[in-house]
């Protein structure tokens, strides 16, 4: 069965530092969104991508995120210079085409750890 | 998004049927109720989804009220491995499906042995 995939499962980095999260969607899909869930407390939605641009993005995602597709596989969401507060679990999820709805498909996780 | 509440928690013992409410009492008649589930540590799992008729797949049941303002979330002979906090979500289904998920805080469901 299609998965999403997600790397690193695991990422410790320090303050001011740049992280980028590495996703591959469902490969047939069209939507690509990121989440992110701090310890203990919601899921929370961060940017929606489609046919290379941003859909949709949440308060959250300021100036400091960035999301690229930056070939037919892969999609990133870079976070310029962490903060003790970014970190959370990152969620990816893709979703297919118009035709068939939007249920969404996630990926198992980066935890990511800003010392 | 129309504002869903669940319980925060419930229990259901392992082979018998776990049934999850949600209410959606503003809900819009162009909007669809979701559930998803996250288990421990994992990404949230797509269940089922409907707008006013009852609907069944592999993994679920969900039968929604005539006047939808309700809907109850289905697990039939539910395992040790189904605990998970379960999010009912309603939401209108563009065709287009760029939107984000507004997740609450849902139901922890704990199957007990």
């Known amino acids: 069965e299609p998965e999403v995939t997600q790397t690193p499962s695991h990422q410790v980095t320090q303050m001011g530092q740049e992280v980028i999260l590495r996703c591959v969607p469902i490969?047939?899909?069209?939507?690509f969104y990121w989440y992110r869930q701090i310890l203990g407390q919601k899921v929370e939605f961060l940017v929606s991508f489609y046919n290379n641009e941003i859909s949709e993005k949440s308060e959250i995602f300021d100036d400091q995120f960035s999301v690229e597709r930056p070939d037919g596989s892969n999609f990133t969401l870079k976070i310029r210079s962490t903060k003790l507060e970014d970190s959370a679990m990152y969620f990816c999820?893709?979703?297919?085409?118009?035709?068939?709805?939007?249920?969404?498909?996630f990926g198992p996780g980066t935890r990511l750890t800003v010392l | 998004d129309a504002k869903t509440t669940q319980p925060t928690s419930m229990d259901c013992a392992e082979g018998r049927a776990a049934n999850l409410p949600c209410n959606h009492s503003t809900i819009s008649g162009n909007e669809y109720v979701y559930w998803y589930r996250q288990i421990h540590s994992q990404g949230p799992q797509y269940i089922i989804h409907?707008?006013?008729n009852n609907e069944t797949n592999e993994m679920a049941s969900l039968i929604i009220t005539e006047d939808r303002k309700s809907s109850t979330l289905i697990r039939p002979h539910a395992t040790l491995r189904d605990t998970a906090v379960y999010y009912c979500?309603?939401?209108?289904?563009?065709?287009?499906?760029?939107?984000?998920?507004?997740f609450g805080k849902g139901t922890h469901l704990i199957i007990q042995p």
């Open positions: 409907g707008l006013k």
């Open positions: 490969s047939n899909h069209l939507y």
């Open positions: 979500i309603v939401r209108v289904r563009e065709g287009g499906g760029a939107d984000g998920l507004t």
């Open positions: 999820a893709s979703s297919a085409d118009r035709g068939s709805g939007n249920e969404q498909f």
